[in-house]
């Protein structure tokens, strides 16, 4: 029973650490010194012997280590690699000598644990040096825009077809970090809640069935903000079920969310799309949910999706407050630039944008453009 109890309280350690890592991960205020430093604390408390652990976490020129670090004879450590060949590295050393177990004086599970930990920390810093490209690649941009503004007042194709390869490479940038968000930290939560599951019954008979319940709970808390997030990051549906199926869930996702009830038509004969029609039309149905929402003080909206020959045609139509369509702000200006954006994507890929509004009697925007194959 001493065993049992014994292992028990171990894996609420490691179930801990990696909860903790989590949420350190998700705050975007932290540096990345800052990151490394507070899982760097994490680790002794998450092993058999905190009394005699240190750590060290690295990667690339940072580093962190709790006090007393030094590398010694009893040595837990793995590595990991981001694209692009920067590479890091978890370490726990003893202090002392300790029993033998399956790995030296360490568990098997603390070999698991280390290694859920670095892949969580190459997912971080990989997420954190593609936002850092793209913002690079952004601001280089702008100085060419900034550069080069008279040129392109005379060249807007070249800024639409800019502007949506902008578009297209952040929706598979999104698909990717969505992909990795699911592929390893949604899969290794998995695995643990099995693991959970495995030990539930010693947990009742220690007494533990009570904290076992708050573990689980929360550990079920957070695999649903892991799917959440990776829905929101890049709904899956989108690559897998294609452009209705991803409206649909879209529509579930504000009646759930702002309580505004959409309807959804679909024609059985639109056939496949182009994947830079599907993200392109998705995003332009959510940026319309969204002015709908804003803007609109509508209760009810209707999404309908269908084909015109070798075109796709998606209509948005609510019963909210209108405005009038003929006005310069439909051009771009004001609230309404969110139109002039999607206008000029919709013509970026051969396809026109139509509204029809007027003060008080709703709107209805009209897309159509090729259907990309």
């Not at 490209?133 to 825009?145: G, I, K, N, P, W």
């Not at 533990?208 to 892991?226: C, G, N, P």
């Not at 309807?263 to 599907?278: A, F, K, Q, S, Y």
């Not at 999607?342 to 925007?365: D, F, N």
Request: net charge negative; proline share 3%.
């Amino acid at each position: 029973m001493d065993h049992v109890l014994h292992r028990l309280q171990e894996r609420v350690k490691e179930l801990t650490a990696l909860h903790r890592t989590a949420g350190i991960l998700q705050d975007q205020s932290k540096s990345a010194k800052d990151v490394l430093s507070e899982v760097a604390a994490l680790l002794p408390p998450a092993w058999q012997y905190p009394e005699v652990a240190v750590a060290r976490v690295r990667f690339d020129q940072l580093e962190a280590r709790t006090d007393g670090f030094r590398v010694t004879d009893w040595r837990q450590a793995t590595s990991f690699v981001v694209r692009g060949g920067q590479s890091g590295e978890i370490e726990v050393c003893y202090l002392e000598p300790r029993p033998l177990a399956e790995e030296g004086p360490f568990l098997k599970e603390e070999r698991d644990l280390i290694e859920s930990l670095a892949e969580m920390l190459r997912s971080y810093f990989q997420h954190l040096l593609a936002d850092e490209d793209l913002r690079r690649v952004r601001s280089e941009l702008e100085h060419v825009v900034e550069a080069r503004t008279a040129e392109l007042r005379e060249t807007n194709t070249s800024l639409r077809r800019l502007a949506s390869e902008l578009s297209l490479a952040e929706a598979r940038e999104r698909r990717r970090i969505a992909a990795d968000l699911h592929d390893h930290i949604g899969q290794a939560l998995a695995f643990i809640k099995m693991s959970m599951g495995q030990l539930r019954g010693n947990a009742i008979f220690c007494g533990f069935e009570d904290k076992f319940d708050e573990i689980a709970t929360l550990l079920d808390q957070t695999i649903r903000y892991t799917r959440n997030l990776t829905f929101e990051i890049s709904p899956p549906a989108l690559y897998e079920l294609g452009l209705e199926a991803a409206i649909d869930g879209l529509a579930a996702r504000f009646q759930n969310k702002h309580k505004l009830l959409v309807r959804i038509e679909t024609d059985p004969e639109v056939g496949p799309l182009g994947n830079d029609v599907i993200v392109l039309l998705y995003k332009s149905v959510q940026e319309l949910l969204t002015n709908v929402k804003k803007h609109a003080g509508a209760g009810v909206c209707a999404v309908r999706v269908g084909r015109e020959g070798e075109f796709v045609r998606v209509e948005v139509e609510d019963d909210g407050c209108g405005f009038d369509a003929g006005t310069p702000a439909c051009c771009g200006a004001g609230d309404h630039f969110g139109l002039f954006n999607i206008r000029e994507r919709i013509h970026y890929l051969g396809g026109v944008m139509e509204i029809r509004s007027a003060p008080g009697t709703g709107t209805t925007v009209v897309l159509l453009t090729p259907r990309g194959l």
